[in-house]
């Protein structure tokens, strides 16, 4: 096997819980192949590049080897090498825990009825 679908290899190795969800981000154009936004059927090979968006996180792997199906977590870093800088992990982290301070949990019941008041009511 010399390529496979991009969406594959991403649910493969476990980056994505489904395949649709990796389907989705790459029509969200928050995939990166080479340094070219990717589709979904974009054929991957050794070697390539790939940068993806996960949360706060911009990852940047390699692809080391290619998979025929889904493996579990262990093993499936064993196909890609990471080529993230420790950095980006640490800015990560910590736009993670600001944004939690930010935010104050759930809405009340009467936050929820102004909220989507002023979303549906609004539309004008």
């Not at 981000?25 to 990166?32: E, P, T, Y």
């Not at 080897?65 to 093993?75: C, E, F, G, I």
Request: charged share 40%.
């Amino acid at each position: 096997m010399e390529s496979v679908r991009l969406d594959k290899w991403l649910w493969f190795t476990r980056f994505f819980k489904t395949r649709s969800f990796a389907t989705d981000a790459c029509k969200r154009n928050q995939i990166k192949v080479n340094e070219v936004k990717a589709k979904p059927s974009r054929e991957v090979k050794k070697g390539d590049v790939i940068e993806l968006r996960k949360g706060p996180l911009f990852l940047t792997i390699q692809i080391t080897d290619l998979l025929k199906q889904r493996v579990s977590a262990v093993k499936s870093k064993e196909f890609f090498k990471d080529l993230t800088p420790p950095e980006k992990y640490l800015e990560a982290e910590a736009e993670s825990k600001r944004f939690r301070m930010l935010s104050k949990g759930k809405p009340t019941k009467k936050q929820r009825r102004q909220l989507e008041e002023f979303l549906f009511h609004n539309e004008l």
